[in-house]
């Protein structure tokens, strides 16, 4: 039963956290890099955030040779309706997938090395998989080692 009470007091502690990160961005504070999208939009982020969800940014902002880099990271494989996404999930917790972006979405959590989007496009395409899709459902798996 004090396990319960545990878990809980870091699920809320968890979502608070979310919470403040959130308002912070929301209100361009504390912003410490830009990320741009291959269209040329631009996204001010928390590299400390962004290091806590994806290995490939952990990398990127912890790389004594990535010095130049690290203020403004241009994704030339990520559009600005998928990072806006990827960065919704990030710092809210919310992830919209459908037919139209789980492609999309998978392809840049690879990239991007953003396991829960991944897992969560993953799960999405098994729940989705019909007699009318399977197939194709089947090679993109294939295509992409799932």
Known sequence: MAETGRQEER??????MTKVWNDLRKNNQLIDATLISSDGISYPVHRAVLAGYSRFFRALFTNPLHTDEKNRVHLQNVSSDVLSSLLTYIYDKKLDIDNNTVTKLLHASDYLSILEVHQ?????LKSSICPSNCLSIRQFARDHFL
């Open 120 to 124: 969560a496009c993953v799960t999405f």
């Open 11 to 16: 699920a809320s502690f968890l979502d608070g």
